[in-house]
């Protein structure tokens, strides 16, 4: 919100040094954006549509600096009439407005005063006449939109608000430009058609120098049709980012005044009706009953109770003593105050965040209590570090031809509105995704990889979505190599078995991806690895002082290699390791360790268990 | 003939590792692969083997001999004073290590930060629906917010990729008893067209702690110690009033702005500040919608942005190289 600091001291004493200024601003909830010259521009608080006006800033200024607000002169309404004669509402429309209240005046269109002009031009809007400017001058003043309409051009002399028609057009105030509207949208008529949406007034009822009575008009809509309207027609005005807030109904009359007061100093404007006043439930003001003692208990400092009720007096708020409590009445504008959180942080604010001190959480510490589901990740990142490979993050949808030639397009979950639609299946695997960070890789020159990703993959059983954690992991260099790692995070885990999906990546879908290095992978579900994962793992034992005897097989292999180093093992429980060194043909080689602890062995302590080991029927199953 | 040739194989390594010097090594390879040396004896009688027991016992033969040679070599090498012929002004043998993504890296770091704190990590699900996503955390259908974050959709209008860590929040809400003290950081997703300063993937990190007479003036303390912790212990910080539909007050923290040193810049926008986390008191209807009585308990959390912190922490001004294959790790 731009605000023009010399037109801002109309309505308060600002302090000379416009720094002192926006840092209290800032510090009490409406920080500085940039400064521009003489206008200061401040950054929306979505809740405080008072502050769209420069009054609401000059308030806060007011209170912050122990000033005085002036509020600007206006000249009293007609009466209303209760017949309303001048709007009519739809029923269809009437969870569309909430308040919609106009009169008519004669008026003598012009130029506008220099010095209104200038101040237009400071906050960012051209002029265009004495009425249309003075309508702008009080929404900037006020934070209420309102329109006049060239009342002779209104078919019927009145206003009916009604959801428009599905397809039916409007010309906007803006020349040539012409929108197509929906039920959705509410309209605001003449008797023949559309003259005025909530956010944007109609060409062709616009105030000319030709007009010489106008219908004023300031009202309170649906925030949210408001809102939705302005994005599907794609417009956005001064008027639209004011509707779309919670602007109380109570606001409308003092706008009106005020236009009043200025139509007649410089249009020499002259009602020439009652006020049609469309407010048909009138909201009462809330009160809230208020421990001062919430001060304490939230912000964790001691404001007196003195304090507390001039702070509140300073924004507007009616403190009245009830009891230990107050009862408080927050001002129409200050729509955001619903409850006694609210009132604590009126207060805090204004006496200043900086004043509360710094004091650690007390108390029994609370158990520590880490998701395993988080804890495993963190310990798969430090056992794949350990073992030489980068973690890389992936992104969670990927390209639906990849997913396709990966066969991952089965019962994987599909985004209804992907920003590009070619990029729109979630993963259920990790390694479409690892094998194409690995080909960029490749692509520049890095022919030694080893990434791994820990994240979700995602996938649909009918109408149920699941997620699951896995740990994918790709290499360059051979099948063994990669089990290899498997087979030492198993061990590092202390599970015997991580059910790995260990893989080559399809040579022929590498072709296709025009991937030239062989890559191997493996993919892990760590949602099953955290049921199987032992609470304590034990990789120490200490070494027998005596020396082994380690000495070197040859054997054939029938069956599994997994079966072999069983059988062997059970031969002797001197045989304390089995390496394999080489295979040829069935014929393996391995190293077999015998270590006592105990004792030194010698070479007819192993004789007996070497003989069973080579004899050429030993592992024939 | 094999076992004998294993046996020696066998012999001949011990023998090798016991050798106390290089004139016992010496000695032991014209003993065992000199011209009498009995590795060379035992192939003279290979002449009588048929043809197939020669392919058979060649191999071993020929895997003895280069296990024996390998050994000697090894040893010799091993025994050989570093210095002899390195010069070792040139540079080592570069070794290879994993790291971790810059992410985790950081989300660690903080971690480790909040542990100390007494917080714990959580985790939770990444596609959510409509009232942990939005209504859960005080954004009623129809909050102006809504609008900010446009959402991933899977299943409109309900079923959505999580547009914030803080549906997490919502869960521990709902399913722990206070006290507790809780961060989280995670993967988030937003509609946005992918540019070097935005993506639809981005990561957040958030805390939580919730107990009786938990006030602003721990919330302070706990962000204050965060921050002399993390960016340094001379680094300043402000709390200003900020506007969140989750809590209430609200606050804004900031820090100094480092580029400049507080006179301002393009960074900062001239405020000497930048804006890192934003922050407050749990909005009492948080509490309300999972049955915690907002008289008895109160709780603060806050929420930063772990992918900018990431991204200024190692100095990557591109938000896409985080995930595309454009991250480079130095060793």
């Given at each position: 919100?731009?605000?023009?600091?010399?037109?801002?001291?109309?309505?308060?004493?600002?302090?000379?040094?416009?720094?002192?200024?926006?840092?209290?601003?800032?510090?009490?909830?409406?920080?500085?954006?940039?400064?521009?010259?003489?206008?200061?521009?401040?950054?929306?608080?979505?809740?405080?549509?008072?502050?769209?006006?420069?009054?609401?800033?000059?308030?806060?200024?007011?209170?912050?600096?122990?000033?005085?607000?002036?509020?600007?002169?206006?000249?009293?309404?007609?009466?209303?009439?209760?017949?309303?004669?001048?709007?009519?509402?739809?029923?269809?429309?009437?969870?569309?407005?909430?308040?919609?209240?106009?009169?008519?005046?004669?008026?003598?269109?012009?130029?506008?005063?220099?010095?209104?002009?200038?101040?237009?031009?400071?906050?960012?809007?051209?002029?265009?006449?004495?009425?249309?400017?003075?309508?702008?001058?009080?929404?900037?003043?006020?934070?209420?939109?309102?329109?006049?309409?060239?009342?002779?051009?209104?078919?019927?002399?009145?206003?009916?608000?009604?959801?428009?028609?599905?397809?039916?057009?409007?010309?906007?105030?803006?020349?040539?430009?012409?929108?197509?509207?929906?039920?959705?949208?509410?309209?605001?008529?003449?008797?023949?058609?559309?003259?005025?949406?909530?956010?944007?007034?109609?060409?062709?009822?616009?105030?000319?120098?030709?007009?010489?009575?106008?219908?004023?008009?300031?009202?309170?809509?649906?925030?949210?049709?408001?809102?939705?309207?302005?994005?599907?027609?794609?417009?956005?005005?001064?008027?639209?980012?004011?509707?779309?807030?919670?602007?109380?109904?109570?606001?409308?009359?003092?706008?009106?005044?005020?236009?009043?007061?200025?139509?007649?100093?410089?249009?020499?404007?002259?009602?020439?009706?009652?006020?049609?006043?469309?407010?048909?439930?009138?909201?009462?003001?809330?009160?809230?009953?208020?421990?001062?003692?919430?001060?304490?208990?939230?912000?964790?400092?001691?404001?007196?109770?003195?304090?507390?009720?001039?702070?509140?007096?300073?924004?507007?708020?009616?403190?009245?003593?009830?009891?230990?409590?107050?009862?408080?009445?927050?001002?129409?504008?200050?729509?955001?105050?619903?409850?006694?959180?609210?009132?604590?942080?009126?207060?805090?604010?204004?006496?200043?965040?900086?004043?509360?001190?710094?004091?650690?959480l007390?108390?029994?510490s609370p158990?520590p209590m880490?998701?395993?589901?988080?804890?495993?990740?963190?310990?798969?990142?430090?056992?794949?570090?350990?073992?030489?490979?980068?973690?890389?993050?992936?992104?969670?949808?990927?390209?639906?031809?990849?997913?396709?030639?990966?066969?991952?397009?089965?019962?994987?979950?599909?985004?209804?509105?992907?920003?590009?639609?070619?990029?729109?299946?979630?993963?259920?695997?990790?390694?479409?995704?690892?094998?194409?960070?690995?080909?960029?890789?490749?692509?520049?020159?890095?022919?030694?990889?080893?990434?791994?990703?820990?994240?979700?993959?995602?996938?649909?059983?009918?109408?149920?979505?699941?997620?699951?954690?896995?740990?994918?992991?790709?290499?360059?260099?051979?099948?063994?190599?990669?089990?290899?790692?498997?087979?030492?995070?198993?061990?590092?885990?202390?599970?015997?078995?991580?059910?790995?999906?260990?893989?080559?990546?399809?040579?022929?879908?590498?072709?296709?991806?025009?991937?030239?290095?062989?890559?191997?992978?493996?993919?892990?579900?760590?949602?099953?690895?955290?049921?199987?994962?032992?609470?304590?793992?034990?990789?120490?034992?200490?070494?027998?002082?005596?020396?082994?005897?380690?000495?070197?097989?040859?054997?054939?292999?029938?069956?599994?290699?997994?079966?072999?180093?069983?059988?062997?093992?059970?031969?002797?429980?001197?045989?304390?390791?089995?390496?394999?060194?080489?295979?040829?043909?069935?014929?393996?080689?391995?190293?077999?360790?015998?270590?006592?602890?105990?004792?030194?062995?010698?070479?007819?302590?192993?004789?007996?268990?070497?003989?069973?080991?080579?004899?050429?029927?030993?592992?024939?199953? | 003939?094999?076992?004998?040739?294993?046996?020696?194989?066998?012999?001949?390594?011990?023998?090798?590792?016991?050798?106390?010097?290089?004139?016992?090594?010496?000695?032991?390879?014209?003993?065992?692969?000199?011209?009498?040396?009995?590795?060379?004896?035992?192939?003279?009688?290979?002449?009588?083997?048929?043809?197939?027991?020669?392919?058979?016992?060649?191999?071993?033969?020929?895997?003895?001999?280069?296990?024996?040679?390998?050994?000697?070599?090894?040893?010799?090498?091993?025994?050989?004073?570093?210095?002899?012929?390195?010069?070792?002004?040139?540079?080592?043998?570069?070794?290879?290590?994993?790291?971790?993504?810059?992410?985790?890296?950081?989300?660690?770091?903080?971690?480790?930060?909040f542990r100390?704190l007494g917080f714990s990590?959580?985790?939770?699900?990444?596609?959510?629906?409509?009232?942990?996503?939005?209504?859960?955390?005080?954004?009623?259908?129809?909050?102006?917010?809504?609008?900010?974050?446009?959402?991933?959709?899977?299943?409109?209008?309900?079923?959505?990729?999580?547009?914030?860590?803080?549906?997490?929040?919502?869960?521990?809400?709902?399913?722990?008893?206070?006290p507790f003290r809780f961060v989280?950081?995670?993967?988030?997703?937003?509609?946005?067209?992918?540019?070097?300063?935005?993506?639809?993937?981005?990561?957040?990190?958030?805390g939580i702690a919730v107990g009786?007479?938990i006030?602003?003036?721990?919330?302070?303390?706990t962000?204050?110690?965060?921050?002399?912790?993390?960016?340094?212990?001379?680094?300043?910080?402000?709390?200003?009033?900020?506007?969140?539909?989750?809590?209430?007050?609200?606050?804004?923290?900031?820090?100094?702005?480092?580029?400049?040193?507080?006179?301002?810049?393009?960074?900062?926008?001239?405020?000497?500040?930048?804006?890192?986390?934003?922050?407050?008191?749990?909005?009492?209807?948080?509490?309300?919608?999972?049955?915690?009585?907002?008289?008895?308990?109160?709780g603060?959390?806050?929420?930063?942005?772990?992918?900018?912190?990431?991204?200024?922490?190692?100095?990557?001004?591109?938000?896409?190289?985080?995930?595309?294959?454009?991250?480079?790790?130095?060793?």
């Amino acid at each position: 919100m731009n605000v023009p600091l010399s037109w801002l001291s109309d309505y308060v004493k600002l302090p000379k040094d416009t720094k002192s200024l926006t840092d209290k601003l800032t510090a009490i909830g409406h920080m500085l954006d940039k400064t521009k010259g003489d206008v200061i521009d401040l950054e929306l608080r979505g809740n405080r549509p008072d502050l769209l006006g420069l009054i609401g800033v000059a308030r806060e200024v007011a209170t912050v600096f122990n000033q005085k607000l002036k509020l600007p002169e206006i000249k009293k309404l007609p009466k209303t009439d209760i017949k309303c004669p001048f709007v009519k509402v739809d029923k269809a429309a009437s969870n569309m407005v909430y308040r919609y209240t106009a009169f008519s005046l004669k008026v003598e269109v012009g130029p506008s005063p220099d010095w209104m002009i200038k101040r237009l031009a400071s906050w960012g809007v051209p002029t265009i006449n004495n009425v249309v400017d003075i309508t702008n001058y009080v929404m900037i003043e006020t934070g209420q939109p309102m329109h006049a309409f060239d009342l002779d051009k209104l078919k019927g002399k009145r206003l009916s608000l009604r959801p428009a028609k599905d397809g039916e057009p409007f010309s906007t105030i803006q020349q040539g430009q012409t929108v197509v509207l929906t039920s959705k949208d509410l309209a605001i008529c003449d008797d023949e058609k559309v003259q005025c949406l909530t956010l944007i007034g109609g060409l062709e009822s616009k105030v000319t120098n030709n007009t010489t009575e106008i219908a004023l008009e300031a009202a309170t809509y649906n925030q949210a049709n408001c809102r939705r309207s302005s994005r599907r027609l794609k417009i956005m005005t001064d008027g639209s980012v004011r509707h779309e807030k919670h602007q109380h109904p109570a606001q409308v009359i003092p706008a009106l005044e005020r236009a009043y007061y200025l139509l007649q100093k410089y249009a020499s404007a002259k009602s020439t009706s009652l006020l049609s006043d469309f407010y048909p439930k009138p909201l009462k003001p809330k009160s809230i009953l208020f421990k001062p003692s919430e001060v304490k208990r939230l912000g964790g400092i001691e404001v007196p109770i003195n304090t507390i009720i001039k702070i509140l007096n300073s924004l507007e708020f009616k403190v009245a003593k009830s009891g230990l409590n107050l009862k408080i009445t927050p001002p129409a504008f200050r729509t955001d105050i619903e409850e006694s959180a609210d009132i604590v942080e009126e207060i805090l604010r204004i006496y200043g965040y900086d004043q509360i001190p710094s004091i650690p959480l007390s108390g029994v510490s609370p158990q520590p209590m880490t998701y395993p589901t988080f804890k495993i990740q963190e310990t798969l990142r430090d056992h794949m570090t350990k073992l030489g490979f980068d973690e890389v993050i992936t992104l969670s949808m990927i390209n639906n031809k990849l997913a396709q030639q990966f066969g991952c397009d089965k019962d994987a979950i599909n985004l209804i509105n992907p920003p590009d639609p070619n990029i729109s299946t979630l993963r259920t695997s990790l390694i479409p995704g690892l094998s194409e960070y690995a080909k960029k890789m490749l692509n520049q020159n890095n022919l030694d990889i080893k990434l791994f990703e820990v994240g979700k993959v995602f996938n649909k059983h009918d109408t149920k979505y699941s997620e699951t954690i896995k740990l994918g992991f790709i290499a360059t260099g051979d099948i063994l190599y990669i089990k290899g790692v498997a087979d030492t995070l198993a061990k590092l885990l202390g599970i015997i078995n991580i059910n790995p999906l260990i893989s080559q990546l399809d040579p022929k879908l590498a072709f296709t991806l025009n991937i030239k290095t062989p890559l191997f992978f493996v993919e892990i579900n760590v949602d099953e690895l955290l049921n199987n994962l032992p609470a304590f793992v034990n990789h120490y034992a200490i070494q027998s002082i005596y020396p082994p005897i380690i000495e070197d097989i040859n054997i054939n292999l029938s069956g599994s290699y997994e079966e072999l180093v069983n059988k062997i093992k059970s031969v002797s429980p001197l045989i304390k390791n089995i390496e394999f060194i080489e295979k040829y043909g069935d014929k393996l080689t391995l190293r077999i360790t015998y270590h006592d602890k105990n004792k030194q062995l010698s070479n007819e302590d192993i004789a007996s268990f070497r003989e069973i080991l080579v004899d050429p029927d030993f592992h024939k199953s | 003939m094999k076992n004998k040739l294993i046996n020696i194989k066998n012999e001949a390594l011990a023998m090798i590792m016991g050798a106390s010097d290089t004139s016992e090594l010496e000695r032991l390879r014209i003993n065992y692969l000199g011209k009498n040396g009995s590795l060379t004896q035992i192939a003279k009688d290979f002449k009588d083997l048929s043809s197939e027991e020669k392919a058979d016992i060649g191999r071993i033969f020929s895997e003895a001999k280069s296990a024996i040679e390998n050994a000697l070599d090894e040893i010799k090498f091993n025994t050989r004073k570093v210095s002899e012929n390195i010069d070792q002004t040139l540079p080592g043998k570069p070794v290879r290590v994993g790291l971790m993504h810059p992410i985790s890296a950081v989300a660690r770091e903080m971690n480790d930060i909040f542990r100390y704190l007494g917080f714990s990590v959580a985790d939770g699900p990444e596609i959510e629906d409509d009232e942990f996503n939005y209504n859960r955390l005080n954004l009623p259908k129809d909050h102006p917010a809504r609008d900010l974050q446009d959402s991933l959709y899977i299943k409109e209008p309900d079923i959505l990729l999580r547009t914030h860590t803080s549906s997490l929040e919502a869960h521990i809400l709902a399913t722990h008893k206070p006290p507790f003290r809780f961060v989280f950081p995670g993967k988030s997703y937003r509609y946005e067209n992918v540019s070097a300063s935005n993506h639809m993937i981005f990561f957040q990190y958030e805390g939580i702690a919730v107990g009786e007479n938990i006030t602003m003036a721990n919330l302070k303390s706990t962000l204050e110690t965060f921050i002399h912790m993390f960016f340094g212990p001379e680094r300043k910080s402000r709390f200003r009033c900020k506007y969140y539909p989750q809590v209430e007050p609200g606050v804004g923290v900031d820090i100094d702005c480092q580029f400049c040193q507080q006179k301002g810049c393009s960074v900062c926008k001239n405020r000497g500040w930048v804006e890192m986390l934003g922050a407050g008191m749990i909005h009492p209807n948080m509490f309300r919608m999972v049955g915690i009585d907002p008289a008895k308990y109160s709780g603060f959390a806050w929420g930063m942005g772990l992918d900018r912190i990431t991204m200024s922490r190692y100095k990557l001004n591109d938000i896409r190289a985080l995930f595309n294959g454009n991250l480079e790790y130095k060793i």
